[in-house]
């Protein structure tokens, strides 16, 4: 696996018991790329997070960051990652920059140094002013943002964000993406987690959808969005009697799933509605009808994700969370050392 990637999994593998977090995982993240994991609570998304990290010990097969194996080189990868995560797991009654200085010494960095990269990183966050500030005093926008602080402070090369926007309002929200685009335009690699379809749309470069603990689908939201129905409505000049008799053959390009009338429209589902659509206008007009107006509503990747991972939410155990998490991880996760 080259150092290449800032990830590289084959194989990978999780078990709790009889509980499968992770089934035979193999992903690659290119260095520098802005990557999205999506999928429905206990898909293992946290799981493979917790591997990487040094969390949560795999079951099987390889995972290496930068090239490095995450256990057996665990000190290089860790050096080389930030991790937001979802919950606070900050000592509450520390002022923000001494937990930033202190962040930064676990990774060699002195304390004249660390102070300089608490003050940057308060101030590339917006919360500079609250830097003698306790953590448990800040505002719940601010501890998201501090947060998103702690995991920079080392200026690590990989940023890993799991569910970064969870609960925060609008204004927070793309305050934050904004952040984490420019540390991305400068080199950072990006690891996100997100329930927000449109986070993942807007920000990635790539997304893997996973499910059950499978990855099922990997490629750009663009090209995701292509395996998706889209609906294309034409407008006629009169209100037809029925559903046009319409010739569907010949439309390579494309394929239609329904053809319905409401009122003086045709309604098509279609796969690539644009390619099909100046085809069928020709064959209405040929039977009859002339269009007066077109309009195409694109499949969007929430659609797309509902589709892929229905049949495995369908059967997925209830109750499991999503990361499969025993006592014995959850402890580690509270931890101190589990602030990297």
Known sequence: MSSQFAISV?????????????????????????????????AGKTTFINVLVGLVNRTGGEARVFGADVTDDYRQVRDRIGIAPQEFNVDRFFPTKEVL??????????????????????????????????FTYLSG????????????????????????????????????????????????????????IEEAEQLCDEVA??????????????????????TLRILLDETPSGVPDIDESGLENGSIE???????????????????????????????????????????????????TSHDADDADEGEDESGETDADAQRLESPEATT
């Not at 569910?163 to 609008?170: H, I, K, L, N, R």
Request: charged share 30%; no cysteine.
């Open 10 to 42: 084959r194989d990978l593998e999780k078990d709790y018991g009889d509980v499968q977090a992770l089934r035979s995982l193999s992903l690659d993240v290119g260095a520098g790329q802005f990557f999205g994991l999506l999928g429905p609570n206990g």
């Open 101 to 134: 200085m202190h962040k930064a010494g676990y990774h060699g960095v002195d304390r004249a140094e660390a102070a300089d990269r608490a003050d940057e990183v308060l101030r590339t966050v917006g919360i500079y002013e609250k830097r003698n500030t306790k």
């Open 141 to 196: 926008g601010m501890k998201r943002r501090f947060v998103l602080a702690r995991a920079l402070v080392s200026e690590p090369d990989l940023l890993i964000l799991d569910e970064p926007t969870a609960g925060v309002d609008v204004e927070l929200r793309r305050d934050l993406w904004r952040i984490i685009t420019e540390l991305n335009d400068e080199g950072t690699t990006v690891l996100l987690t997100t329930h927000y």
């Open 209 to 230: 959808i996973m499910a059950e603990g499978r990855k099922i689908a990997v490629a750009s939201p663009a090209e995701l969005t292509q395996r998706g129905t889209d």
């Open 258 to 308: 329904d053809i319905a009338v409401e009122g003086r429209e045709v309604v098509v589902t279609a796969k690539r509605a644009n390619a099909v659509a100046p085809e069928l206008v020709r064959r209405l007009d040929r039977a009859g009808y002339q269009a007066t107006n077109l309009d195409i509503e694109p499949a969007s990747l929430e659609e797309v994700f509902v589709d892929l």
